[in-house]
């Protein structure tokens, strides 16, 4: 038995994984809105979480990544009608640790399910005054103060920040924050870099550090 956080916008869908998943004894917790994922699950991480990618107020993966920047290391099963490599490839960027393309069997989630659950390895814990990523309106926030930013500035600033301490490898950065590929100059990266480190400013507070040559370490 464990504790599951469900985000599907599709009434539908989300009674029958509710009803599905309480019957073979897990506590559920079910939103049709990033905006609720982000409030419901960050005050009380469930132990493992089902997005939809296609969210009326977001997109799961952005979801996701708000998620761990704060702090939340539940594993995280992608649900996408999409199912095309590019969006495989962002959802795994994005944090997530699997992916079902709709429809799917009820019996193929549990068993996707049990296995995420076996693998789930905990993270560092986040300091209670670090900025917050706010998944549906690609916001950044700090106590009242808040500045917006780009989907790529999210992206970026997300992934950095679901690692604290770490570097993460310029490639990598810039996987997650152009999912959809393309070319990226060292230059572009470095001024997105810039740019965020300035609103990083305007809500006062958390550092990137540079690694020549290598990546970025958020604080
Ligand atoms: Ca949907």
Known sequence: MATVG???DEPGLRSVLTR???NVGHEVQAVALA???MRAFRETPP???ILDIGLPDGDGRDLCLALRASGVDAPVLFLTARDGLHDKVAGFEAGGDDYLSKPFELEELRVRLDALLRRRTPVASVPADQPLLDGSRHALTRGDREVTLSPTEFRLLG???AQPGQVVRR???VAAAWPMGGQVSDNTLDSYVRRIRRK???V???AITTLRGVGYRWQ
């Open 6 to 8: 469900v985000c599907e």
């Open 20 to 22: 599905a998943l309480r």
């Open 35 to 37: 905006s609720e994922a």
């Open 47 to 49: 132990q493992v979480l």
């Open 159 to 161: 992934r950095l920040m």
């Open 171 to 173: 490639h990598t950065l």
């Open 200 to 202: 990083l400013d305007d």
């Open 204 to 206: 006062g507070g958390g």
